[in-house]
């Protein structure tokens, strides 16, 4: 049993603990305000980039249906930022870009032609065989160079992997003459070869 000074010593102690769990309380009420601030400034740094919602090859156009506007941390990635919008409908995908990716400067061919080029539109004369009979306007074809059968001739090759199906026309039941969308940087070669009549187009069809 506590008597004397040892018991007279208690209630002092007890009175000095309460500041201190005060000044505790008072340090865990800032510490909560200041985390709250930090929050509300990170959330501020958010900015406005590009999302593509749809699936887009290399070489074909960033059509302003597929994209959309999305709010992002600004963690230094070189997005393409909403704003920009016009100018980017205005450039091709220089990758495959497939749905949800949010849109970075490398993946589009900017106007000064960094990396591949831009939309061109280029006329084929096509003879039977060259093309499904059912082609049609907006399907995504490839192009392919088929050499001649004389000696020499070489193997088919892909002049470009995507192109996109501007117009066609038909003769016979058949498609005899298309104009196809392609990247500046393959169109020469395109060009070439649909002149000498040596142009294989396959669609890319989703099977049934």
Same mark, same amino acid.
């Given at each position: 049993?506590?008597?004397?000074?040892?018991?007279?010593?208690?209630?002092?102690?007890?009175?000095?603990?309460?500041?201190?769990?005060?000044?505790?309380?008072?340090?865990?009420?800032?510490?909560?305000?200041?985390?709250?601030?930090?929050?509300?400034?990170?959330?501020?740094?958010?900015?406005?980039?590009?999302?593509?919602?749809?699936?887009?090859?290399?070489?074909?156009?960033?059509?302003?249906?597929?994209?959309?506007?999305?709010?992002?941390?600004?963690?230094?990635?070189?997005?393409?930022?909403?704003?920009?919008?016009?100018?980017?409908?205005?450039?091709?995908?220089?990758?495959?870009?497939?749905?949800?990716?949010?849109?970075?400067?490398?993946?589009?061919?900017?106007?000064?032609?960094?990396?591949?080029? /831009?939309?061109? +539109? $280029?006329? !084929?004369?096509?003879? *039977? %065989?060259?093309? @499904?009979?059912?082609?049609? /306007?907006?399907? +995504? $074809?490839? !192009?392919?160079?088929? *050499? %001649?059968?004389? @000696?020499?001739?070489?193997?088919?090759?892909?002049?470009?992997?995507?192109?996109?199906?501007? %117009?066609?026309?038909?003769?016979?039941?058949?498609?005899?003459?298309?104009?196809?969308?392609?990247?500046?940087?393959?169109?020469?070669?395109?060009?070439?070869?649909?002149?000498?009549?040596?142009?294989?187009?396959?669609?890319?069809?989703?099977?049934?």
């Amino acid at each position: 049993m506590l008597t004397g000074v040892d018991s007279r010593g208690l209630p002092h102690q007890s009175r000095q603990r309460r500041p201190r769990l005060a000044g505790l309380a008072l340090l865990l009420v800032l510490g909560g305000a200041l985390a709250t601030t930090v929050l509300v400034m990170r959330a501020d740094e958010r900015t406005s980039v590009i999302r593509v919602t749809k699936w887009i090859g290399a070489g074909q156009p960033l059509d302003r249906s597929a994209l959309q506007e999305a709010r992002v941390a600004d963690d230094g990635v070189a997005y393409w930022s909403w704003s920009e919008l016009d100018r980017v409908t205005r450039t091709v995908a220089t990758v495959t870009v497939l749905p949800g990716t949010l849109l970075t400067r490398p993946m589009a061919a900017v106007d000064n032609g960094a990396v591949t080029g /831009r939309p061109v +539109r $280029v006329g !084929l004369d096509l003879k *039977p %065989g060259q093309a @499904p009979y059912d082609l049609e /306007r907006g399907e +995504r $074809v490839q !192009l392919i160079h088929v *050499p %001649g059968r004389g @000696p020499g001739a070489g193997r088919p090759s892909l002049l470009a992997e995507q192109a996109v199906v501007d %117009g066609v026309s038909y003769a016979s039941g058949a498609a005899d003459q298309a104009t196809v969308i392609v990247d500046s940087a393959v169109a020469p070669s395109v060009a070439l070869h649909a002149v000498s009549g040596e142009i294989a187009v396959a669609v890319l069809r989703t099977l049934p």
